[in-house]
C-alpha cells in the first residue's frame, strides 16, 4: 500500500505507534485478494463460453453456395445442348416413318385419331338410328312402342358394332398397301380377306334389314310364317324403304368411322408414329429427370447443410445468450463489490487519520491519501462489450440465410426452365415430309 507521506516533518519522525498505517494496508490487500479471485473466476467462465459461429464452417458453406450458383447458371444450356443431341433420335424416327410411307404408297403423314371422339359420335348415330328405326317400326306396323324401342335399340347397336369392326379390320386390309412400290406376296392375299370380310358384313346387313322388315309387318320375331305375309311383302312400302336407306347409311358412316376413327387408314401407321413419338418424348424426359435430379441433388445438398448449420447455429446462441446473461449478472455484482470496497478502505482510511489527529491534538496539514488504483484494475466489463466479433458473425448468417434463399428460388426457376425446353422439344414436328417420292430419295 502507497500512501503520499505528510508534509510536517515532525508528525513524520513520531513513533510508528500512533501513525501505523498497516490497518488499511491489511483492508485493501484482502479486499484485492478476495476481489481478485472472483475476477479471475469470471475470466475463466468467459473463456469456456462457445462461439456463436463458427466462422470456419459459415466460410465453407459461402463458398459452397458460390459453386452452386455457377453449377445453376450453367444447368440450363448444358440441358439444352443434351436435348439438341437428341436431334438423332428425332431423325431416326423420322427415318422410320419415311420408309413407311414409301413402302405404303402414302401421300401424306400418318395421322393418330382421337379415339373419345370417335366413340362419342358413333353414341349420336346410334341414338340417332335407334330413334329413327323404332320410329319406322312403330308407324303403320304390328308392334307396340316399348317393343319398337327395343327392337330399334338391337338392330342399331347391331349394326353398329359389326360397321365399326368392318370398318377397323376389313375395310383397311382390303386396300393394304395397294399403292406400294415394293409389294410382298402376301399383300394380295390381306387384299381378298379384307373383301371377304366386307361381304360377309354386306350379308349380315341384309340380313338384319330382311329381319327389321319382317318383325314391322308380323310384329313379332318368332320364325316367320310366310303364309300370311310373302317373303317380299315386308319391303314393299316406303317405310321399308327408308328401314332400308337408314340401315344402309349407318353402316356406311360406321364402316368409315371403324376404318379411320381409331387409327390410321394404312395398317400399321399409327402405330409407327406412336412409337416414334414414344421415343423421342422418353428420352427427353429421360434426360430432363436426369437434369432436375442434379439440380435437386446438388441443391438440396447444400440447403440441408445450410438449414441445419444455422438451426444448431441457433441452438447454440440461445443457450450462449444464457450463459452470458448469467456472466453478466456476476460482472455487475463484482463490479458493485470494487465499490463497496473501495468506500470500504477510504472510509477506514478516513477513521484512521481521524484517530491520529485526536491522538496528536492537532490537526494534520497534509492528508496520506490511499491508491484504490489496485481495485480500479480488477474492474470487467460486461460481455456484450467485450466481444466485438459477434456482428460480424451474425452479418454472416443473415448473409448465409439470404443466399439459401436465393439458391432456392434458383432452383425452382431452373426446374421450371428444363420443364418448359423438354415440352418445346418435344412439341417440335418429327420432320417427316409428306411426299412418298421424297421420302424414297431420302431412304
Known amino acids: 500500500m502507497k500512501f503520499q507521506e505528510s508534509r510536517n516533518p515532525h508528525i513524520a519522525g513520531m513513533g510508528s505507534g500512533f501513525l501505523n498505517s498497516s490497518s488499511t494496508e491489511a483492508l485493501m490487500a484482502a479486499k484485492v485478494a478476495d476481489l481478485a479471485g472472483s475476477k479471475s473466476d469470471i475470466e475463466a467462465q468467459i473463456a469456456a463460453l462457445p462461439e456463436a459461429v463458427s466462422d470456419h464452417e459459415a466460410e465453407g458453406l459461402l463458398k459452397t453456395a458460390v459453386v452452386v450458383s455457377i453449377f445453376l447458371e450453367q444447368s440450363l444450356p448444358r440441358h439444352k445442348r443434351r436435348l439438341a443431341n437428341l436431334e438423332k433420335v428425332r431423325e431416326a424416327q423420322a427415318k422410320e416413318l419415311r420408309d413407311l410411307q414409301w413402302r405404303a404408297g402414302m401421300d401424306r403423314l400418318p395421322r393418330c385419331p382421337n379415339v373419345l371422339k370417335t366413340l362419342l359420335l358413333v353414341q349420336v348415330f346410334v341414338l340417332a338410328e335407334t330413334l329413327l328405326m323404332a320410329a319406322m317400326l312403330i308407324e303403320g306396323g304390328h308392334i307396340g312402342v316399348v317393343e319398337g324401342i327395343g327392337f330399334g335399340f338391337v338392330f342399331s347397336a347391331v349394326n353398329s358394332v359389326l360397321a365399326l369392326w368392318t370398318g377397323f379390320s376389313f375395310v383397311r386390309m382390303a386396300a393394304h398397301r395397294k399403292a406400294s412400290p415394293v409389294p410382298k406376296s402376301s399383300d394380295g392375299f390381306v387384299r381378298i380377306m ?25 310384329g313379332s320375331h318368332v320364325p316367320f310364317d310366310f303364309s300370311e305375309v310373302g317373303l317380299w311383302e315386308g319391303l314393299n312400302n316406303g317405310v321399308s324403304l327408308a328401314i332400308l336407306a337408314t ?59 445450410t438449414h441445419k448449420f444455422l438451426k444448431q447455429s441457433a441452438r447454440a446462441e440461445k443457450a450462449r445468450s444464457r450463459q452470458v446473461h448469467a456472466i453478466n449478472g456476476k460482472i455487475r455484482a463484482h463490479n458493485a463489490a470494487l465499490g463497496v470496497a473501495k468506500q470500504s478502505v477510504l472510509a477506514a482510511h478516513a477513521n484512521q487519520e481521524d484517530h491520529r489527529e485526536k491522538v496528536l491534538n492537532r490537526r494534520r496539514t497534509g492528508h496520506s491519501i490511499p491508491d484504490v488504483g489496485e481495485l480500479d484494475k480488477l474492474a470487467l466489463p460486461l460481455i456484450g462489450e467485450a466481444i466485438a466479433g459477434d456482428d460480424r458473425e451474425q452479418s454472416k448468417l443473415e448473409e448465409l440465410k439470404a443466399v439459401a434463399n436465393d439458391i432456392a428460388a434458383a432452383r425452382d426457376a431452373l426446374i421450371a426452365d ?10 417440335a414436328s418429327i420432320g417427316v415430309t409428306p411426299f412418298p417420292e421424297d421420302n424414297k430419295e431420302g431412304a
Open 194 to 218: 379384307g373383301k371377304l370380310g366386307i361381304a360377309a358384313f354386306g350379308g349380315l346387313l341384309g340380313i338384319l334389314i330382311f329381319a327389321a322388315s319382317r318383325i314391322r309387318a308380323t
Open 247 to 305: 340401315a344402309l347409311m349407318a353402316s356406311a358412316v360406321n364402316l368409315w368411322k371403324g376404318a379411320t376413327g381409331f387409327s390410321d387408314f394404312v395398317i400399321g401407321a399409327s402405330e409407327a408414329l406412336v412409337n416414334a413419338t414414344d421415343k423421342i418424348t422418353f428420352a427427353s424426359r429421360n434426360a430432363t429427370g436426369q437434369a432436375i435430379r442434379s439440380v435437386l441433388g446438388r441443391v438440396g445438398a447444400f440447403l440441408s447443410d
Open 418 to 427: 428444363l420443364e418448359t425446353a423438354q415440352a418445346e422439344f418435344e412439341a
